[in-house]
């Protein structure tokens, strides 16, 4: 026997309280880790160019959209936008609709 004045009972009670600290120690480091890494969410955006006057638009990507793909008039012009380039972008926290600037 290790602590001879420890009795089988009281032997028993530190090992559970050693066992359920250390069962909350790796909840709390669960925890942490989760709270560090936060998941980065993707954005898929569409970018609409209009080539006589090199007018600009992003939008969130819709089912459908592919490069080359004519998506109405430019509302400078009235020439013909057409999507040039689709891409993601990371987004901390929460994706929000895609907000023009
Ligand atoms: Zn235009």
Do not use: H, W
């Not at 600009?56 to 040039?84: A, H, L, S, W």
Request: charged share 25%; hydrophobic share 35%; with cysteine.
């Amino acid at each position: 026997m290790l602590f001879p004045l420890l009795n089988d009972l009281t032997l028993q009670f530190l090992l559970t309280i050693l066992l359920i600290l250390s069962i909350i120690a790796f909840l709390i480091f669960q925890l942490s880790t989760y709270f560090k890494k936060k998941p980065q969410k993707e954005v898929v955006i569409t970018q609409m160019k209009c080539k006589p006057c090199n007018y600009e638009e992003k939008r969130n990507f819709q089912q459908g959209d592919y490069v080359g793909k004519k998506t109405g008039k430019c509302p400078e012009c009235g020439g013909e936008m057409i999507i040039y380039s689709i891409y993601s972008e990371l987004v901390k926290g929460k994706p929000k609709p895609y907000v023009k600037t």
